[in-house]
């Protein structure tokens, strides 16, 4: 089947979560269903749900026949481990016909160019596509079609088809998230079940009040966000460039599915056979009565604010499809021995005769940080692209003042998480312009595209994993990349064995763990300027900064700390030690790096220094390695 608006092909996508709902969901009016196999994907948490390979090959088949389009999502981040299992996955599916694949990590696009396989690709949401450059870069690689990032507007969303002739996926109905696509970080760190891997523990709807310069609001879920609904926004989808409709809900049961495909395909059809007389309300109210969460349209026509928050039903702590808990607050885990002679001695495994030397990084937020680095030697500054408030952006000034004084360190302009296009003229005249940096940090895949002449690192936004992603970007002009914070001790290991110099690791501070268009600020006094505080109900005080472009880093309440596994990273073949800054005082910062450098200056005095650092009471922690 098919559908059209003048000429225009409309698709509403339905999701199904196993073969059995899939059977009922083919038959009902929609155009095309997703759906993914029992590993792989970007739903794991239940195993009755998702479908074996026969059942998936069964799938395409019946789909087929009923005249409709099946899409499989292999839209997880992989481990090198795990590259083995996805190479003979995607044989497989080259067989099954599937009209295309979702995919997140760019090994997939790798794997398919390697095998030489014939299958069409779509970009995951989990991409977090945004802005002209990382389309371009796409269809360079062929893909042909984008889930375009939650937080894009439908006027940007048709900026984008019409300027990049790309197909346009949005979605229209169902959970959303309150992070950016891609970009949340603190499941996977804190329990090892990360958002971009199909385990999602949820943090994010936790309780929490807010503090902020003394004083305490009651917020109960500030981070809860409403499910997307767009029921009675079908003209505003069509005319803001989507062609495919997508409904979230692969948890869903088959019996809620069919109420929500059932509407937006009236509603579809409604409008292409009457636009003008189109009755925009018709099914609200069945919609409304069956709700899980109260909806909103989300970012569809510019940020909601606190109207996007949730209040019904949360606090029940539950998963809507299964009754299982998600989880509740947990601290992040301390350092303790035992886990550091586990660690040490699985890091023995991966002993190379490492003899270069090993260089000090520090990503920074303003010019006082950077001339402390500059003054300490460290190897490499980043000057942060996402500033956190109240230091302003790097000025063209400043810049210069700093490399006029650097001597032998490099100094590298960092891009924002989010780079929409205004940013890519405002960086692309700065350095056409002569500006005297080493380099760029890039957090984006049009960011390496744009700028692939330049020197180029690899911030850890770009979410790198395998040794088949991060050799993917380097053809596209990365020389280093910073492997993800999420990745586990032997998957950071194995990218270090492979990738040698061209890794670098964050090993003290924090990246931002949650990154958010939603402004937490909104809930707390205009007039006060301190730094925001997300209290859970253990009582611990998670930051929250705000940038120059008024979005929101949650970062770690304790600092990543790898002072005692250094000298096994080392030994390992790593040789780009990070120091993640932007949140230390001037104080903090001038200590952290002196103790790095006389850590890496002597690796055997490590444990003692470690010792000093715990002596003073901060707390420190493992990220994921401490699981």
Not at 236 to 245: K, W
Not at 559 to 568: A, E, S, V
């Amino acid at each position: 089947m098919a559908r059209f608006f003048n000429g225009k092909p409309i698709e509403l996508l339905a999701p199904a979560g196993n073969f059995e709902i899939f059977k009922e969901v083919i038959q009902l009016d929609c155009d095309a269903v997703y759906f993914g196999g029992k590993n792989l994907n970007m739903r794991l948490h239940r195993k009755d749900y998702n479908f074996s390979d026969a059942e998936l090959e069964e799938a395409v088949k019946l789909a087929h026949s009923c005249g409709k389009k099946a899409y499989i999502t292999v839209n997880n981040l992989y481990g090198d481990q795990e590259l083995s299992e996805l190479k003979s996955f995607l044989i497989k599916l080259e067989g099954y016909k599937p009209d295309a694949l979702i995919v997140q990590d760019l090994s997939v696009i790798a794997l398919i160019k390697e095998l030489a396989l014939d299958l069409t690709v779509h970009a995951s949401v989990m991409m977090n596509i945004h802005n002209q450059q990382s389309i371009y870069a796409l269809k360079d690689l062929g893909v042909t079609r984008v889930v375009i990032s939650r937080e894009a507007s439908l006027t940007y969303s048709k900026y984008l088809a019409d300027t990049t002739q790309m197909e346009i996926e949005y979605f229209i109905h169902g959970d959303m998230c309150i992070a950016h696509g891609g970009q949340c970080l603190y499941s996977g760190m804190l329990f090892g079940q990360s958002s971009n891997r199909g385990r999602c523990l949820k943090p994010c709807r936790w309780s929490f009040d807010i503090h902020q310069e003394g004083k305490d609001y009651k917020t109960e879920f500030p981070m809860a966000v409403k499910d997307m609904s767009m029921y009675e926004y079908i003209p505003e989808l069509i005319e803001g460039g989507v062609t495919s409709f997508k409904i979230e809900g692969r948890m869903r049961d088959i019996g809620y599915l069919k109420m929500i495909i059932g509407t937006y395909a009236d509603a579809i059809d409604r409008y292409i056979k009457d636009p003008i007389c189109y009755d925009r309300g018709k099914d609200s109210e069945l919609l409304q009565e069956n709700r899980k969460r109260d909806t909103s349209p989300a970012y569809a026509f510019g940020r909601p604010g606190l109207g996007n928050i949730n209040r019904r039903y949360e606090g029940t702590g539950t998963l809507f499809s299964s009754g299982k808990v998600f989880s509740t607050a947990t601290e992040e885990r301390d350092i303790t021995e035992e886990k550091l002679e586990k660690i040490n001695q699985e890091l023995t495994k991966y002993i190379k005769n490492n003899t270069d030397k090993a260089k000090l990084c520090v990503k920074v937020n303003n010019t006082a940080q950077a001339q402390i680095c500059l003054e300490a030697g460290v190897d490499a500054i980043y000057l942060s692209g996402d500033v956190f408030l109240p230091d302003r952006p790097f000025s063209r000034r400043e810049i210069e003042e700093l490399v006029s004084g650097k001597g032998n360190t490099e100094i590298y302009l960092g891009m924002p998480h989010m780079t929409f296009d205004m940013q890519f003229q405002q960086y692309g005249q700065l350095m056409a312009s002569g500006l005297p940096v080493d380099g760029l940090l890039a957090t984006n895949i049009g960011g390496v595209r744009a700028f692939k002449e330049k020197n180029l690192i690899g911030d850890y936004p770009l979410n790198i994993l395998n040794d088949a992603s991060a050799g993917f970007y380097e053809k596209m002009g990365l020389n280093r990349f910073t492997i993800t914070p999420e990745a586990t001790l032997a998957e950071a290991m194995e990218l270090i064995s492979s990738a040698g110099s061209k890794a670098e690791l964050i090993v003290y501070g924090s990246p931002t763990v949650m990154y958010m268009e939603h402004d937490l600020y909104d809930n707390v006094d205009k007039d006060r300027r301190g730094l925001l505080y997300l209290v859970d109900e253990k009582g611990f005080k998670h930051p929250v900064y705000k940038d120059q472009y008024g979005r929101n880093h949650m970062i770690l309440y304790k600092n990543l700390c790898y002072l005692p596994i250094l000298k096994g990273l080392y030994e390992a073949g790593l040789l780009n030690f990070r120091i993640e800054a932007a949140h230390l005082s001037e104080e903090e910062l001038k200590h952290v790096i002196a103790i790095y450098k006389k850590a890496l200056s002597d690796l055997n005095n490590c444990s003692n220094l470690y010792q000093e650092m715990k002596a003073e009471g901060k707390g420190l922690t493992l990220g994921i390695f401490g699981l």
